[in-house]
């Protein structure tokens, strides 16, 4: 990873930031960086691993000699950029929604599907950052017992929705502090002191954007468009990590101690779950820390061949960044994405 010229397109961001904090911690001699964002960010500065870089405006001429670009911006950005990235020889990881659901383009989570990076044309996408912990806490369950359907609801943090969300509820927070709860109705993208069982826009079915997301992303991640997935994706006014109580149907019973010895031996996965000292992931706990985290696992009693787990996880690391970091490393892994410079591919 060290050797490789890496553009980060939306750096100023929520994402952006926490991939620069990865990179600094991860690859201690920094690969090279170009930082992008919109025109207004150009000639910003920000430091990473000690080193001072200038933040430049993203355009469809910024990726010469780039070998892999992460992209975590807006669908609009993406749709604008990926393709002159991959015009350019460069590979593009890409964190939004633009391309998820395309035939041509690998939805991963090295975990789990790690060798989709294979099939790649250029552009391969990270899911949904409450799609990726749950295929994360699925994946290990369903190899020995098909899951036949799950039942997800969220408890997603503002800072999915990007910096802008994080400021808003520190900034409401502060004006409602002394406010008497009896007097008011919640204003228009009240999270202070609320939660919000919308993200996304609304579709035909009912359904948000955000909840067809975790049903298709994660048919797709597992090969399993048999499976019957319902979400409901709710917003609550916590900074960093999704949580998400999840109920799933297997082919046979599925016992705990063995949902458990599973899921602990899952790359990735920390199972977190001792009611008699109650202890279990919680949002404050697990933000900064890169695997998922499972607790609450228990027979579903509603169904034989239930079981509920609550899930926990950074939307910003594995759900985002660290997720993108580790598609590049399986590349690298598997000889997929080499320097320019070495490997003669033309920029
Ligand atoms: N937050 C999460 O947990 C999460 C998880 C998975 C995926 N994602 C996806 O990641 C993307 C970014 O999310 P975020 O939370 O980091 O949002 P954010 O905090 O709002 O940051 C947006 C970034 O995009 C840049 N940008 C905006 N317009 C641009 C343009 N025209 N050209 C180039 N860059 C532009 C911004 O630059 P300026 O500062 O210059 O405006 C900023 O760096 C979204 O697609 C989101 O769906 C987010």
Redesign the pocket.
């Known amino acids: 990873m060290q050797d490789l010229t890496i553009a980060v397109?939306?750096?100023?961001?929520?994402?952006?930031a926490e991939f620069l904090r990865i990179v600094e911690t991860r690859y201690p001699s920094l690969p090279n960086l170009k930082l992008?964002?919109?025109s207004?960010?150009a000639g910003k500065r920000i430091s990473v691993g000690g080193k001072e870089l200038v933040v430049e405006?993203?355009t469809e001429k910024s990726f010469d000699g780039v070998d892999v670009a992460f992209i975590?911006?807006?669908?609009?950005?993406?749709h604008r950029l990926a393709p002159a990235a991959v015009a350019a020889g460069t590979v593009v990881i890409d964190?939004?929604?633009a391309f998820r659901m395309e035939d041509t383009v690998p939805l991963v989570v090295p975990e789990v599907n790690g060798a989709d990076v294979e099939w790649h044309q250029g552009i391969i996408s990270?899911p949904?950052?409450s799609t990726t912990p749950l295929v994360m806490a699925a994946h290990p369950l369903h190899q020995v017992n098909p899951i036949k359907r799950i039942v997800a609801d969220t408890y997603q943090s503002v800072?999915?929705?990007?910096?802008?969300a994080m400021a808003d509820l520190r900034e409401q927070s502060e004006r409602l502090l002394d406010a008497d709860s009896n007097t008011s109705k919640s204003g228009k993208g009240q999270i202070a002191y609320n939660v919000i069982p919308q993200i996304d826009r609304f579709l035909d079915t009912g359904y948000t954007f955000e909840e067809q997301k975790m049903r298709q992303e994660s048919q797709k991640i597992l090969h399993a468009p048999e499976i019957r997935i319902s979400a409901t994706c709710v917003r609550v006014p916590v900074y960093i990590s999704h949580s998400a109580s999840v109920h799933i149907e297997f082919t046979e019973p599925m016992p705990v101690a063995q949902a458990r010895e599973l899921l602990s031996a899952m790359p990735g996965v920390t199972v977190l779950d001792d009611p008699e000292t109650g202890e279990y992931p919680m949002p404050w706990d697990v933000a900064g820390e890169d695997d998922v985290f499972v607790g609450r696992i228990r027979q579903d009693l509603s169904h034989p061949n239930g079981l509920v787990l609550w899930i926990v996880s950074d939307?910003?690391r594995k759900?985002?960044a660290l997720n993108s970091l580790q598609i590049a490393e399986e590349l690298v892994s598997r000889g997929r994405l080499k320097p320019k410079h070495t490997s003669g591919v033309t920029g």
């Open positions: 397109v939306g750096a100023t961001g929520a994402v952006g992008l964002a919109s207004r960010s405006e993203a975590s911006a807006s669908s609009e950005v993406s964190d939004g929604s990270i949904n950052c800072s999915g929705a990007g910096s802008g939307n910003l759900g985002a």
